[in-house]
């Protein structure tokens, strides 16, 4: 078995890492196989990267031929039992399955019991299309973000590289091997600026920071109303990104962004849940409790159904996707959009805009 030990000098990563976990409990994984399927292939190298003292750390076990597969799982849990948190790109898939299939091929009593797990693949992927990327491989994500490799082997060159150097080893290809492994482990720190897009939808901690009307005219020439919302996001984005959805604008850069959203001002209807306590005046297309309209003549008045149980009420209001804001108001009793009224003590509520802008922004990624 061969191992290699690097210390990282003049590195960092822009991404705080303490909003995964303590520093010091966090382990970064990668592994290296001759194949995808543990029953027919090997396993030839575990890379992992660490912190240690305020500086970042490499070290990979490989085996030298293929009967040493025990003895680098051997020593990768030796070494990770101090570790609470492993941090890995599609581990969830591929890493640690093929790993557990592997120790219960070769009877070792290790697991990964006791670890806590962290796949940046999976936090990202959901957001591919809104990062408009083709896929969510790790090189793919280390060309957007701009990261430059020294390796220029694929995973699958290695697979032959490492058959030839179990026939007949040399430096070079031993070289090139953990060469790939490494940078695979640096790549994975290097790309962790891409959680700030996860954080962005996920930590409902976007802060509104200033709210304003704003007048514009559409390609019409009809004057329109929107909302500018500024705000201050959870982890500083590491490009700035544009999105829209259901007429709403999103644009991110660094720590601040801007969200516009439509104000419709317009009669809308509010619905009451509990209609059979109401008559509808087809007259004055309203509702009304029985306690009021039993004193309307019987030829004025219908028994309320769920459809025409309903107030009217003209005023500017913004659409939600969800019942967030109550009350809630529709165009009509079968229509999907519900809004909320811009009331004047709602434009006070700055709370209550950051909790608007989450609720905004998980439409948009949803809608991606």
Same mark, same amino acid.
């Given at each position: 078995?061969? /191992? ?8 960092? @990563? ?22 995808? +399927? ?54 969830? &898939? ?11 091929? *070769?009877?070792? #009593? ?17 957001? /591919?299309?809104?990062?408009?990327? #083709? ?14 490799? +020294? ?6 060159? *290695?697979?032959? *590289? ?16 953990? =060469?790939?492994? !490494? ?10 600026? @891409? ?6 939808? &996920? ?13 514009? /005219? ?24 544009? !999105? ?18 439509? @104000?419709?001002?317009?009669? =809308? ?38 459809? &025409?149980?309903? +107030? ?5 209001? =913004? ?44 439409? @948009?990624?949803?809608?991606?």
């Amino acid at each position: 078995m061969k /191992k290699s030990e690097e210390t990282l000098e003049d590195f960092a @990563i822009s991404y705080p890492l303490d909003k995964l976990a303590p520093l010091e409990q966090v382990l970064f994984l990668d592994i290296e196989t001759t194949g995808f +399927t543990s029953r027919t292939s090997y396993l030839y190298m575990i890379g992992c990267a660490y912190n240690r003292a305020g500086k970042w750390h490499t070290i990979q076990w490989m085996a030298e031929d293929y009967a040493q597969e025990g003895a680098i799982l051997t020593a990768f849990f030796d070494f990770a039992r101090s570790y609470k948190y492993l941090v890995h790109f599609n581990g969830n &898939n591929f890493d640690l399955p093929f790993i557990s299939q592997k120790c219960a091929q *070769l009877m070792l #009593p290790f697991s990964f019991e006791g670890f806590q797990g962290i796949d940046i693949y999976r936090r990202i992927s959901p957001y /591919k299309f809104f990062l408009k990327l #083709p896929n969510c491989k790790q090189k793919t994500l280390e060309q957007y973000l701009g990261i430059a490799r +020294t390796d220029v082997f694929s995973g699958g060159e *290695l697979i032959g *590289l490492y058959h030839d150097y179990v026939k007949n080893p040399s430096e070079f290809t031993e070289k090139a091997l953990f =060469l790939h492994n !490494a940078d695979d482990l640096k790549g994975m720190l290097e790309v962790l600026p @891409i959680l700030a897009y996860y954080d962005l939808f &996920n930590e409902n901690c976007v802060k509104a920071k200033k709210v304003q009307a704003n007048y514009y /005219k559409d390609m019409h020439g009809a004057q329109r109303k929107e909302l500018l919302i500024t705000l201050q996001i959870p982890t500083p984005l590491p490009k700035p990104i544009t !999105a829209s959805a259901g007429n709403c604008y999103f644009r991110g850069e660094g720590e601040s962004a801007t969200l516009k959203v439509p @104000i419709y001002e317009e009669e =809308l209807k509010y619905f009451y849940s509990n209609y059979k306590d109401y008559y509808y005046l087809p007259t004055e297309d309203v509702a009304l409790h029985k306690s009021v309209a039993g004193f309307v003549d019987k030829e004025h008045r219908l028994q309320a159904s769920a459809a &025409n149980c309903y +107030t009217r009420k003209f005023s500017c209001y =913004l659409p939600q996707w969800d019942i967030l804001f109550t009350p809630f108001f529709k165009r009509d009793y079968k229509s999907k959009e519900l809004f909320f009224e811009l009331t004047d003590e709602m434009k006070k509520n700055r709370e209550g805009f950051s909790r608007y802008a989450n609720h905004v922004l998980s439409m @948009i990624a949803a809608t991606y």
